[in-house]
């Protein structure tokens, strides 16, 4: 089946630290993944995508790499600043699996202190 | 990509009485999903609405506690019936097929006291 987990947290780090948050995931077909952030008393936004095995995802300084090898797509950033505090969702949705649906990881809080 | 209204966006109900949550979405899409994200915890798929057929629950979900309507292509209502203090969630909706993969509504914050 699908299934997707997630580095807990939470992840409190100092400014411009750098960051890494493991996701690994199981699929049965070839998924698509996806980073999605929730900023405090907000909706889900989507932070970047791959759609396939090598591509690499990038979007406000955030970047993860679809590797099939490892079925992995880790997020990181080289320099977080304090408004990157939110939750990190990694996420996959398997439509040549017939799932149309997202398949979410438990969520990583991230702090960020000045 | 799609944009999803979503209201009421937050709401403190009594235990025993039911919320309808509704989206509306400015395109037409087929598919709408709707999730659950109880308090600290991530997302789970409560079911998939399709327009004209009922709506198809996950595992843990049932139709008489979540009922769905899906009246057209825009529009899509979840309710949360007979409600207990265990419902207390943020309840969202979301699209897919969009440019970006999958649009999500901000969200209902449901207080059941």
């Known amino acids: 089946g699908n299934s997707v987990t997630q580095m807990e947290g939470p992840v409190t780090l100092s400014e411009e630290a750098f960051l890494t948050i493991n996701c690994t995931y199981t699929a049965t077909g070839y998924p698509s993944l996806f980073w999605y952030v929730q900023y405090p008393g907000e909706g889900l936004q989507l932070l970047l995508k791959?759609?396939?095995?090598?591509d690499k995802g990038s979007n406000k300084g955030f970047e993860a790499t679809y590797r099939k090898e490892t079925t992995s797509f880790h997020l990181e950033k080289g320099s977080v600043q304090v408004s990157d505090s939110a939750v990190y969702f990694c996420a996959l949705s398997d439509l040549a699996a017939g799932a149309n649906n997202l398949f979410f990881g438990t969520g990583t809080r991230l702090t960020v202190i000045p | 990509s799609a944009v999803i209204s979503q209201k009421p966006s937050r709401d403190i109900c009594q235990r025993g009485t039911s919320l309808t949550i509704q989206c509306q979405v400015d395109?037409?899409?087929?598919?709408m999903f709707w999730y659950r994200q109880q308090p600290g915890q991530s997302l789970t798929l409560i079911a998939t609405?399709?327009?004209?057929?009922?709506?198809?629950?996950e595992s843990g979900f049932v139709i008489d506690k979540f009922p769905i309507s899906r009246p057209n292509l825009t529009f899509s209502t979840l309710t949360v019936s007979n409600m207990s203090p265990e419902d207390s969630s943020i309840y969202l909706c979301?699209?897919?097929?969009?440019?970006?993969?999958?649009?999500f509504g901000s969200g209902t914050r449901l207080t059941v006291v």
């Open positions: 791959a759609t396939k095995a090598d």
């Open positions: 395109s037409q899409v087929t598919m």
């Open positions: 979301s699209v897919s097929g969009t440019a970006n993969g999958y649009t």
């Open positions: 609405a399709n327009q004209g057929s009922e709506a198809t629950y």
